[in-house]
């Protein structure tokens, strides 16, 4: 009984830990990362965004920048340990997170997700390849929810001049390093449908407006 509690004492400790320091790097990224629009065409009414997931902490000072002048964002977000991190990123940068569980859990939460949007003045963000991949394979969600709440769906992808690869990881997971340039592009494509999945470009190039592919079923 006692080492479980010294166990979850130590775990609890580690992980405000890690809180503290990937929120401590946000603020330093803020002050110092140099974010350059290749395409901005974000719309002021609501709207479904979606990125990679390997973009997910840069996407935090990304939707930053556009708080004030598109409706509130909220960011569908793992609902395990790891989401307890993107959550406080997510909410430190003026966003909302909206837990969801993965796999097949994760059904309900996702149709009250739906039922409570559609009355509500409000975006959402998604990873198109969250949250276990395969990496840059987009799953419906996004599309979906697009759809069916009759909003137009806007796509972002991101570049870096330096970065910090994450590459075990399934997403090649990146953040950006202070001083550095990261680019991005975000280009609306309208209504879409869950039955006619666009592939987002790995990454935005300047001169090339980066359009969707349909995906090969």
Known sequence: MWADTGRDMWRSAGKSVLQSL????LRVLRRTLRVEWAEDDVSPGRQVFGFWHEDSFCMNLVLEQLAGRTRPVH???TADTRGDYIERMVESCG???LRVADGRASFGKLKEILEEFRGRDASL???LDGPLGPRHEPKRLAFYFA???GVEFTGFTLSYSACLRLW???DRYAIPLPFSKVT???HSYGSVTRRSIPVL????QRGKPGLFVRKKT
């Open 168 to 170: 075990r990881r399934w």
């Open 201 to 204: 470009p790995a990454e935005t």
């Open 184 to 186: 991005v592009r975000a």
């Open 22 to 25: 990937f929120l401590g790097y």
């Open 75 to 77: 960011v569908i977000v």
């Open 125 to 127: 963000a998604v990873a």
């Open 95 to 97: 966003g909302h997170a």
């Open 147 to 149: 759809e069916l709440l």
